[in-house]
């Protein structure tokens, strides 16, 4: 499948200046390139009869100068990233000695290596698959220690099994399916159709919880979607700032001040967070302030958790009309209802906004935003809400829109496939559709591949991984 026999490079470590740098190379000549221009301290020591595995320290030159004292990492094909013969040049971290050793060595027989290159490689040389590939990037823009535990998951192999599993199924399946389209005039059934609806119906579970996982997933990869809504001066804005503890939003008294979506993230004990402040809700009709509120109805659809800032001085009735008018825009997101000014209110406020039954998915905290009185607590409901902590190693939660789009695809066609085997459809017709599902399928992880998905894959990849 991989017939590029050329010799790739790159610095792989981090741009700019540091402690070390590290230029890898991989392909059949990186050895022998590297032999060029290493000179080990131990002399008549040749890198192409040093073992997998092993370490070497030494100089490189050019035309005689000494450019810099490297440890050079010898791994022979297979037992590679790659799967090639790689070697790997930690150097000084100057940028001038980075770009003058990577010099060197296309001078020598190498070629820079194109972004996602390297492991591009290595799923060309079955090191890994396709999804497994794209949790390496996932690993590496992992900014929190959720997104962190699920690309670790993924590029282990957790997602690739579960998928490979239903796979295999569907393969025995339609072997015996397509058996008896062979011995189609001696009218004969080699699949048990029963258990082919049990099987299917079951895969079709699997596909859902998959699917419906990708809205945690996103979230988790890019943060956790919050909106802060509720009327103007209910302290929307205050509770912004004191949450990131900055002036990020203007603060006044003049309704409206907030017209459009402020945005900023936090990392709250390793889960990000993406907050979103908003345009006060209330009749208006400035024609801006009433785009600005349109967009925080948007917003709502779009969020996980909702935080409806609630002014403990305003009378019951306004604020169980305040909570009302948000049910009515969001379908099974959280729902935090933030009693705020509770400094400043009467504690008949508090009660009155106690009594106010709440729903399943709801709940309901105190506190002056101004003073960060219980921010805490409503901090501790922010990741109560995620339910992150229940999320095992094991767990197959789908972070990728692609992976997402080729699993609703092949539910959509196992879906098919249930109707029809109901239905009592010939075998051809379950065939097909029983193909499309693993087409898809095998989307995921390349079983099934072609060059374009492929190129949109790894250019998103850093040059030197």
């Not at 392909?27 to 092993?54: C, M, T």
């Not at 820079?112 to 590496?140: C, H, W, Y």
């Not at 004969?188 to 082919?196: Q, S, Y």
């Not at 009735?317 to 509770?342: D, F």
């Amino acid at each position: 499948m991989f017939s590029d026999q050329s010799t790739i490079c790159a610095v792989s470590t981090a741009p700019g200046t540091g402690g070390i740098a590290v230029i890898r190379l991989s392909g059949k000549d990186a050895i022998s390139i590297a032999d060029k221009i290493f000179v080990s301290r131990k002399k008549d020591k040749n890198l192409e009869n040093q073992p997998q595995g092993s370490l070497h320290f030494g100089s490189i030159f050019q035309n005689g100068d000494l450019i810099d004292e490297v440890i050079v990492s010898l791994f022979r094909s297979p037992h590679s990233y790659t799967g090639e013969d790689v070697i790997e040049i930690s150097c000084h971290g100057s940028l001038y000695v980075q770009q003058k050793i990577l010099q060197i060595v296309i001078s020598n027989g190498a070629r820079l290596a194109k972004p996602g290159e390297f492991t591009q490689r290595a799923f060309f040389n079955g090191k890994m698959d396709l999804s497994q590939a794209e949790a390496v990037a996932d690993l590496i823009s992992s900014t929190n220690s959720a997104s962190h535990r699920l690309a670790i998951n993924q590029m282990r192999g957790g997602f690739s099994q579960e998928i490979n599993h239903l796979r295999e199924e569907l393969i025995r399946f339609i072997a015996l399916i397509e058996l008896e389209l062979d011995f189609s005039e001696e009218d004969v059934e080699f699949a048990d159709r029963t258990a082919l609806i049990e099987l299917s119906e079951t895969i079709e579970k699997l596909l859902s919880k998959l699917t419906d996982s990708f809205r945690l997933g996103n979230a988790i990869k890019n943060g956790i979607p919050v909106v802060i809504v509720g009327e103007t001066n209910a302290g929307k804005s205050t509770l912004l700032n004191a949450l990131l503890n900055e002036e990020r939003a203007i603060v006044s008294e003049i309704h409206g001040t907030t017209r459009d979506v402020i945005e900023d993230l936090i990392n709250i004990e390793g889960t990000l967070f993406r907050l979103s402040d908003t345009a006060g809700l209330r009749e208006t009709a400035d024609a801006i302030e009433t785009m600005g509120i349109e967009r925080t109805y948007g917003k709502i659809e779009k969020a996980e958790i909702i935080l409806l800032i609630i002014d403990l001085t305003e009378s019951i009735e306004k604020i169980a009309h305040s909570i009302e008018k948000i049910r009515e825009k969001i379908s099974g997101q959280k729902l935090i209802v933030v009693g705020n000014k509770m400094d400043v209110s009467k504690s008949s406020s508090v009660k009155n906004l106690e009594s106010l039954p709440l729903k399943e998915n709801e709940e309901l905290v105190f506190l002056s935003a101004k003073n960060k009185i219980n921010l805490a607590e409503l901090i501790e409901k922010m990741k109560q809400s995620i339910s992150l902590g229940t999320i095992h190693p094991e767990d197959v939660i789908v972070t990728n829109i692609r992976h997402y789009e080729a699993l609703t695809l092949a539910k959509n066609a196992i879906e098919r496939v249930i109707e029809g085997l109901k239905g009592g459809i010939t075998g051809e017709f379950l065939a097909q559709d029983i193909r499309e599902c693993l087409h898809y399928l095998g989307e995921i992880t390349g079983a099934i591949s072609n060059d374009e998905v492929l190129g949109h894959i790894f250019k998103n990849f850093c040059i030197g991984k």
